[in-house]
């Protein structure tokens, strides 16, 4: 049916570009292009209130990401978290080592 009425508005060769999941894949974009929250997006969507869902289809505009890459400059923050790598060693990696070698030995390990 939605293929039917596809083809009265639009050329044959758009009609194939969607489907009642882009539809509702659509709306989702839209929905949180307007602010709506996670919650109705699921309501409106009919999707169950705990899938997963908006995250896979309520996709941001490039436009969007522009704007709020834009309100985030670096000189204005103050960025503390660190990834692990880069944290500061408060361990003794190389004395655990010698360790293990140690106790494989005794126990016939190597």
Not at 7 to 21: V, W, Y
Not at 27 to 43: N, S, Y
Request: hydrophobic content about 40%; proline content about 6%.
């Amino acid at each position: 049916m939605l293929q039917n009425l596809l083809s009265r508005a639009l050329p044959s060769s758009e009609t194939g570009k969607h489907s009642m999941h882009s539809f509702r894949i659509g709306l989702a974009c839209v929905l949180l292009e307007a602010g709506a929250t996670r919650d109705q997006i699921h309501f409106l969507c009919r999707w169950a209130p705990n899938s997963p869902s908006d995250v896979l289809y309520a996709r941001p505009n490039p436009e969007s990401c522009i704007r709020w890459i834009s309100r985030a400059p670096a000189a204005a923050a103050t960025v503390t978290s660190v990834t692990s790598s880069n944290l500061p060693r408060i361990d003794n990696d190389d004395v655990a080592l010698v360790l293990l070698r140690l106790s494989d030995r005794e126990l016939g390990g190597g």
